[in-house]
């Protein structure tokens, strides 16, 4: 008994012993794992670990807002009130959806939506169910809210345009991202982000779009938000501010309603563009909620073409507007006095065909500012001929003709000036001579702008100087001084005797456009008709009755052009008009050109204190001061 | 601290210069350890549940004033009277495991729980130092008289026990349980073809678990293939771990409390790593190994083979409790349900802790030889 017990005793030593040699491997095993994890992994841990438990989320910065020259607000952030979904919170999506739709109008195509987003989502993450409610519908939701699972009502920010269709093709609009565009920011993949799609938004997407925020949240395993750590809110896009005057606009837009047509208003010694319009147009708020696909359809097929931003984007010729730069250049290549006469028997032979003016039975013997103001057709055909179409073409191109201004919007359009070379590269014939004939009333391959005829004019008006449109007096803290204009080299007795036949064609008897004077004193305009002829009425149409444009379709009317600048005393402003298919310049274009620079005239925006372009931060509207 | 003569006779002062006071120190040492984890870790957690920022500091404060005064209690037993407590643990433990899976309300998809009022009550916490002790009973019963089937009633228990654990399911305490029990049988002086015949029967056991309890196959394919499923608990520990470095980002300062939902009961031993780093790991890891190494020593000091046993079982049961908590914070082993004694929140655990270390301070104490003579003669 006595050695059984010494010899359990020595076997529980032995044994503990054994055990403690285990204990200490499994203790040195601790260490060590503790010793790895907290000294030798911590260096390259102390990054990681927070990007592991936590989780960085896009906060989408506020959109910079875009103001008129007086601070009139053009694209707006406003509040969006929203249902969202969350299909982890909902015995069912379809049941919340039902009981959604006892409340608010949930259409069938908004409800497949919902349940296609639902199916593809993680349970978590909120499915908009509908957006831009009326404070009606939302206090609704909100009312119900505790009883509909899963629906939360949400009021986030989107874009509004207050003046709709009135700047639709200025400002243009935002919508949706698509996949082609999600590039290096990451912001764009936020759900419910909308980028610049046209127009300024698009324009100067950049500097409007602002930095994203950040916030930083506590995730559990599946991603799940459970706190927020940190919010950084980011930078809000920078507010430009614009050299419109919406008022004038607004007018602008109004006047030529009905029509498709253009008008481009322009200060023409600074090159503010105070109207930028063109008709018809359409809602850009429609695009910020994503268009219905019948309006979308509707606008496509428009003959109007009411997406196009004719102002820069249509590309017309100018018909008998030409006629000043054709003089111009004519004058310029010394081949033309001021007091040269040309006889106009209605009618001339060159190259194989007759060449016919407007009028039946001529002018009679006219010098170049009663050829302006007639605007006589064999007067141009003449001094063409004589000038040939390379001084034509450099003349054009000193008034801005045949390139883009690049001036604020993506849609603009270089337009054309013919020349040889041009002619070679491009229809590989060689220049015809009748094709400079042609070039010199403005027909033919020529092609321009409402906006660059309207700059035309002003630098026909302010003395030669090569003013630029301008439509940005700043974004952000980046202030856009008018620059100041290079001459182009026009003197200025040359430059007289156009704008005397300017003068002539809206003030004086037998002018083209007389009829569309302006009466109050001081406010004269003068300006120059064109009738750009789009199809030739053919002997057997004329032999069936078809006399006049109004008898045509369409499509195959004139287009109507007026540009004008006002006062005549002391010019100030410059205008183009353009209706398309307007049948003609003095009949369809000149009335409208002269309402809208009478309009102009009376508020003669320039002499009002605009705004004063910001630093940063909030805009405020001023009350409106006249200089004295 | 305490002024009490040598000649005091008092209880109190018998206690006091019979007990383990190095082993006591321990002890306060890691209960006190443990409030100042529970101020840090259990905040966050309550307000993720809702509860005011205290809620689980003041339970800990509640469940903590009885459960010493049952430690005190136990401790002052004899070896004797630490059988008889057992027993009497031991049977109503049993009875409530057996009532468990039926009265038991579910949590995370296990039945452990009875709940009583605002308290639940873990029937497993209890029967494990009670179920050592009455092994270890029948082990030195066998032991001092070869005629009594010690050995087979032990393993028949054993088997009871764990089959009752097996329907809870609770895989994390029948490994603790079956590592406590070999170790004691090792302790006992079992020869070794044997110890090596319930080396290969645990692992059979660990592979029949494996492949036929759906809950241990995917925590243990988790654990070998991280990939293969949610490890977000044991990642967010590592991260603490490296978080925490040398010195730990401060008290209050670490985030694994804001992500981890059991950062206050199995996973303390992170928000000590991140909060006061390696050295309080450090500090923590040795107060367990000098408890353990304590009882061992008190144990092979021992003459008497109940004593022996029990102490080695029950020192066995504590310090692989802690081990094991440990190694699956630190992603060495599978995660399991398993606090760590006297630091994690958690009533059941606490009280029977206490129960633990009482009897082990119970049988540590230094008693007259005629005492132990007289009851195992």
Redesign the interface.
């Given at each position: 008994m006595e050695t059984k017990d010494h010899d359990r005793y020595k076997a529980f030593t032995r044994r503990t012993a054994i055990m403690s040699a285990g204990g200490m491997g499994v203790l040195a095993t601790l260490f060590g794992r503790l010793y790895y994890l907290q000294v030798v992994k911590s260096a390259e841990y102390v990054g990681l670990a927070d990007d592991n438990r936590m989780s960085m989320e896009l906060l989408a910065p506020l959109r910079g807002r875009i103001f008129d020259r007086f601070g009139v607000e053009l694209a707006a952030n406003t509040k969006n009130f929203r249902v969202v979904l969350i299909p982890e919170q909902t015995e069912s999506v379809e049941m919340s959806l039902d009981d959604l739709a006892k409340i608010i109008h949930i259409s069938e195509g908004q409800r497949k939506k919902v349940l296609r987003a639902a199916a593809r989502q993680r349970k978590f993450s909120s499915i908009i169910v509908a957006e831009n409610l009326s404070w009606e519908d939302f206090a609704r939701v909100n009312i119900n809210g505790p009883s509909l699972a899963g629906i939360k009502p949400d009021a986030g920010v989107s874009r509004y345009y207050p003046f709709g269709p009135d700047l639709a093709h200025v400002v243009g609009y935002v919508a949706a991202v698509n996949e082609e565009e999600i590039g290096d920011d990451p912001v764009l993949s936020l759900p419910g982000f909308r980028i610049g799609k046209s127009g300024i938004e698009r324009q100067i997407e950049n500097e409007l779009r602002g930095k994203a925020g950040s916030r930083q949240v506590e995730v559990n395993a599946y991603g799940k938000v459970k706190r927020e750590l940190s919010r950084n809110e980011g930078v809000a896009g920078q507010d430009a501010v614009l050299t419109l005057d919406m008022e004038l606009q607004s007018k602008a837009m109004q006047r030529l309603a009905g029509e498709s047509a253009a008008c481009v208003v322009m200060d023409i010694k600074t090159g503010d563009v105070l109207v930028l319009a063109s008709t018809p147009a359409y809602d850009p708020n429609d695009f910020v909620v994503g268009i219905a696909q019948e309006k979308w359809d509707g606008l496509q097929k428009d003959k109007y073409k009411p997406q196009l931003n004719k102002t820069i984007g249509g590309e017309y010729s100018p018909g008998s507007t030409f006629k000043m730069v054709t003089a111009l250049a004519a004058l310029d290549a010394g081949v033309m006095s001021p007091d040269d006469y040309v006889f106009c028997s209605g009618s001339m032979y060159f190259g194989n065909r007759t060449w016919n003016c407007w009028k039946k039975g001529g002018h009679g013997a006219l010098s170049m500012k009663n050829a302006v103001k007639h605007s006589c057709d064999i007067f141009f055909y003449e001094a063409a001929k004589r000038t040939g179409i390379d001084n034509i073409e450099k003349m054009a191109r000193r008034f801005g003709l045949g390139s883009a201004y690049d001036f604020g919007m993506p849609e603009e359009k270089a337009g054309l000036v013919p020349s040889k070379g041009w002619k070679i590269a491009n229809r590989g014939e060689s220049w015809q001579q009748g094709e400079t004939l042609n070039t010199g009333i403005g027909q033919g391959f020529l092609l321009t702008t409402p906006v660059q005829l309207a700059a035309m004019t002003a630098r026909l008006a302010n003395g030669g100087f090569a003013v630029k449109p301008r439509i940005f007096r700043s974004v952000g803290s980046d202030v856009y001084p008018s620059e100041e204009s290079a001459r182009i080299n026009v003197p200025q007795r040359h430059l007289d005797v156009v704008l005397a036949g300017m003068n002539g064609v809206s003030n004086e008897p037998g002018g083209t456009a007389y009829g569309s004077r302006i009466w109050d004193k001081g406010m004269e305009l003068a300006g120059k008709t064109g009738t750009v002829q789009v199809y030739s009425i053919s002997k057997a149409e004329r032999l069936a009755g078809i006399r006049k444009g109004e008898q045509l379709p369409w499509k195959l009317r004139d287009h109507a052009w007026f540009v004008a600048f006002a006062p005549v005393s002391n010019p100030r402003y410059a205008i183009s008009v353009f209706v398309e298919h307007g049948i003609s310049g003095s009949r369809a274009a000149a009335p409208v050109a002269r309402d809208i620079m009478h309009e102009v005239l009376l508020k003669d925006p320039a002499r009002i204190m605009a705004i004063p372009p910001v630093a940063s931060g909030q805009i405020v509207r001023p009350a409106l001061t006249r200089e004295s | 601290m305490i002024a009490l003569s040598r000649t005091d006779r008092s209880v109190l002062g018998q206690w006091w210069w019979t007990v383990d006071r190095w082993g006591v120190a321990a002890i306060v040492l890691l209960v006190s350890i443990g409030i100042l984890l529970s101020f840090a870790a259990s905040p966050g957690v309550a307000v993720?549940y809702d509860y005011p920022q205290f809620y689980f500091v003041y339970r800990n404060f509640l469940f903590l004033a009885p459960s010493l005064a049952v430690l005190f209690a136990v401790s002052l037993l004899t070896p004797r009277q630490v059988r008889r407590v057992a027993a009497l643990v031991f049977v109503l433990a049993l009875v409530l495991l057996v009532a468990t899976p039926f009265i038991g309300a579910e949590i995370k998809g296990a039945r452990r729980w009875i709940r009583i009022g605002s308290f639940s009550l873990q029937a497993s916490e209890f029967i494990k130092p009670a179920f050592i002790v009455m092994s270890a009973w029948l082990f030195s019963e066998q032991?001092r008289d070869q005629s009594v089937p010690g050995n087979s009633l032990a393993i028949l228990m054993f088997l009871t026990v764990v089959g009752l654990l097996v329907l809870q399911p609770d895989f994390g305490q029948i490994m603790l349980l079956s590592c406590a029990w070999g170790?004691m049988f090792?302790?006992?002086?079992l020869s070794l073809p044997w110890v090596a015949a319930l080396g290969a029967w645990a692992l059979s056991g660990v592979a029949a678990a494996y492949l036929y309890l759906p809950h241990v196959t995917s925590r243990i394919d988790r654990f070998l293939d991280p990939a293969s499923g949610?490890t977000?608990q044991v990642?967010?520990a590592?991260?603490a771990?490296?978080?925490?470095?040398?010195l730990g980002l401060g008290p209050g300062e670490g985030?694994?409390k804001?992500?981890i939902p059991d950062a206050h009961t199995d996973f303390i031993f992170a928000v000590a790593?991140e909060e006061f780093?390696?050295i309080a790991?450090?500090i923590l890891?040795g107060i367990f190994?000098f408890f353990?190494?304590r009882c061992?020593l008190r144990?092979?000091a021992e003459?008497d083979?109940f004593i022996?046993l029990t102490i080695?079982g029950l020192v066995s049961l504590f310090?692989l409790q802690a081990?094991i908590n440990?190694?699956v914070t630190?992603s060495?082993l599978p995660a399991k349900g398993m606090t760590l004694p006297f630091v994690s929140y958690g009533g059941s655990s606490l009280m029977a802790n206490c129960l633990t270390v009482g009897m082990l301070l119970a049988l540590t104490r230094r008693r007259g030889a005629t005492a132990l003579g007289n009851e195992f003669a």
């Open positions: - | 993720r032991n170790l090792f302790f006992s002086g949610d977000y990642d967010r590592m991260d771990f490296q978080a925490g470095s040398l985030l694994v804001r992500f790593g780093g390696l790991c450090l890891l190994c353990v190494i061992l144990a092979v003459e083979h022996q080695a310090g081990m440990m190694a630190l060495l």
